[in-house]
């Protein structure tokens, strides 16, 4: 997205990752919990970014909200909450 308006965006991107640490027990830290803070090189590709914030904006803008579809875990939700 920013790449096609001239801004340098790097493919390799870091990705943080949190893992509590599991050495020794809580009560002997003090009933504090650590965590292992690691950062990993993660490549994405947000190439689908632009077209999906497009179809995000044509629904909000639509005069009529979207169909319920039978795929979609909220319509169910809801379907499911209404029904006598």
Do not use: H, K, N
């Amino acid at each position: 997205m920013f790449g096609t308006r001239g801004v340098a965006v790097e493919s390799v991107r870091p990705l943080y990752r949190w893992r509590r640490s599991t050495s020794g027990c809580c009560a002997a830290r003090g009933s504090r919990l650590e965590f292992r803070i690691r950062m990993i090189p993660y490549e994405g590709d947000d190439a689908w970014v632009e077209e999906t914030l497009g179809a995000i904006l044509a629904t909000l803008r639509a005069p009529q909200p979207p169909a319920p579809s039978d795929e979609c875990e909220y319509c169910a939700y809801v379907a499911r909450a209404s029904a006598p």
